[in-house]
């Protein structure tokens, strides 16, 4: 029988001190969102106990509730009938946050609304490396440039796409910034890349009396980012002294002027040099040899799901595919969701708890399709060993990953949906580093799982010889 959803809303706003006592409440992919007037009201106990409730995670001032996928959006929508304050929580948790948190979010916020787009464009390429492979697509045919299409535009006008979603972040109006994301890749630009690699000259300007080199900014993020924070500020600024009725007209000419001005000659070639600087580290590390750089990257990658700021780090996997044309980063994080997948799936095979059980075969179901939160914090970092042994395997998978080298056509899925961007023949390396990862947090949980299931077992076995002994 299904889970009865009104019935876990009920039960969820009964525990948080009822709908009055509720601040803001939203939902993620896999979690309940809550911010509450009286905190003291929230009943964490009882919340964990309720069937479909995978796991309780209190951050930024926000008590998480994890359900899953699917499940809350039917839970949430239950809430909202019951009178529950929907809304306001980013606002509110923000407030709450430390400077590093609240940038951390904020690269989130930009990255997250986008990210189905590449992801898209990454499982298509994969699919047309497949079809080429097999003979059943040609390079010089329709088709194949209609695939191109499909597969070329988001990288192409990605400063478009990121200056959309960071003007409407920032505040600004969504338009301007994705009007000047296009200025700034204009055709009549020198793509930085071939500029570079000396097969395009930059353009020479002066100004002020210093000459200037100018370039595009094609699959450049960080600078696209800065430009949309000025852009929103001024924005709101010229907005505050222009008489409305020529609003219309100055404001979009004041704040895309000088947005493009700014982006190619002020904080542009600035904010370049940093993502550039940061991408080439991590090119560095992932090709340390033996993959050791690889093995302390996916090592840690799900400790940073847990602080958040894995959602800075998309900006690593965009430039991967935008220089390169793959993305060595993708099997390492596939690795690092594979680690906790595994440990978690010990339980659902192994443990005599009934909820547990249950809970963990929910939580391996989503982590094996690239979703670790239920598995993380319903799971494996309650029992503290299990999550530490995903992370062993993971940090293992992901050494094998870079050491041969491994690259995905693309990014935002992993594990078992992850396979579609290795459809070039990669696929059985990307399945070995994914049995790497996953096996051996499996062996290591299940270990520790009888471990601890004989010492219950030795426990309950002298509790009657104890009794018998206290009855003489």
Same mark, same amino acid.
């Given at each position: 029988m299904g889970l009865n959803y009104a019935k876990v809303a009920k039960e969820i706003m009964h525990n948080v001190g009822g709908v009055d006592n509720i601040k803001a409440m939203e939902h993620c992919a896999t979690r309940l969102r809550i911010m509450l007037k009286d905190e003291e009201q929230f009943n964490r106990e009882q919340i964990e106990e309720i069937d479909g409730v995978k796991g309780v995670l209190f951050k930024a001032g926000q008590f998480q509730i994890i359900l899953g996928t699917g499940t809350v959006n039917e839970v949430f929508r239950e809430a909202e009938k019951l009178g529950g304050k929907s809304g306001?929580?980013? !606002?509110?948790?923000?407030?709450?946050?430390?400077?590093?948190?609240?940038?951390?979010?904020? $690269?989130?916020?930009?990255? *997250?609304?986008?990210?189905?787009?590449?992801?898209?464009?990454?499982?298509?390429?994969?699919?047309?490396?497949?079809?080429?492979?097999?003979?059943?697509? !040609? !390079?010089?045919?329709?088709?194949?440039?209609?695939?191109?299409?499909?597969?070329?535009?988001?990288?192409?006008?990605?400063p478009a796409l990121v200056g959309w979603s960071a003007m409407k972040r920032f505040g600004g109006t969504p338009i301007f910034g994705f009007i000047i994301g296009l200025m700034l890749v204009h055709p009549i630009l020198p793509s930085a890349g071939a500029v570079g690699k000396g097969n395009l000259e930059p353009i020479l300007v002066s100004l002020f009396g210093f000459e200037s080199s100018v370039v595009g900014y094609q699959g450049s993020v960080i600078p696209v980012l800065g430009v949309a924070f000025i852009a929103a500020y001024l924005e709101k600024r010229v907005r505050k002294i222009v008489p409305d009725s020529l609003d219309l007209v100055i404001t979009p000419f004041v704040v895309m002027t000088i947005g493009l001005f700014i982006g190619l000659f002020a904080i542009g070639p600035v904010?370049?040099? *940093? !993502?550039?600087? &940061?991408?080439?580290?991590?090119?560095?590390? $992932?090709?340390?040899?033996?993959?050791?750089?690889?093995? $302390?990257?996916?090592?840690?990658?799900?400790?940073l799901v847990i602080t958040g700021l894995h959602h800075a780090l998309w900006v690593i996997d965009i430039n991967f595919l935008q220089q390169t044309g793959e993305n060595i980063y993708q099997p390492i994080r596939s690795a =690092?969701?594979?680690?906790?997948?595994?440990?978690?799936?010990?339980?659902?095979?192994?443990?005599?708890?009934?909820?547990?059980?249950?809970?963990?075969?929910? =939580?391996?179901?989503s982590a094996w399709f690239g979703i670790t939160e239920p598995a993380i914090f319903g799971v494996n970092l309650v029992n503290f060993w299990p999550f530490i042994f995903g992370l062993i395997?993971?940090?293992?998978?992901?050494?094998?990953?870079?050491?041969?080298?491994?690259?995905?056509?693309?990014?935002?899925?992993?594990? *078992?949906?992850?396979?579609?961007?290795?459809?070039?023949?990669?696929?059985?390396?990307? &399945?070995?580093?994914? *049995?790497?990862?996953?096996?051996?947090?499996?062996?290591?949980?299940?270990m520790f799982i009888r471990k601890r299931n004989l010492h219950k077992d030795e426990a309950a076995d002298k509790k009657p010889v104890l009794n018998q002994a206290a009855n003489q």
């Open positions: 306001g929580v980013k !606002e509110e948790a923000y407030n709450n946050m430390t400077p590093l948190q609240k940038l951390i979010r904020v $690269f989130g916020d930009i990255f *997250i609304p986008i990210i189905p787009v590449i992801v898209a464009s990454g499982i298509l390429m994969g699919l047309r490396s497949f079809f080429t492979n097999l003979g059943w697509l !040609e !390079e010089d045919t329709f088709w194949y440039k209609f695939s191109q299409i499909l597969t070329d535009t988001p990288f192409a006008f990605l904010a370049r040099f *940093i !993502e550039s600087s &940061v991408v080439d580290l991590f090119q560095l590390l $992932f090709t340390l040899p033996l993959g050791l750089g690889g093995m $302390f990257i996916g090592g840690l990658q799900q400790v =690092a969701v594979a680690g906790q997948a595994g440990a978690v799936l010990a339980f659902a095979l192994f443990a005599k708890n009934r909820k547990q059980k249950a809970l963990a075969y929910s =939580a391996a179901i395997g993971s940090a293992i998978g992901a050494m094998y990953s870079a050491a041969i080298g491994l690259a995905g056509s693309g990014m935002g899925i992993a594990v *078992i949906p992850g396979i579609l961007l290795h459809l070039d023949g990669s696929m059985l390396q990307y &399945v070995i580093v994914n *049995i790497i990862a996953g096996g051996i947090p499996f062996v290591l949980t299940t």
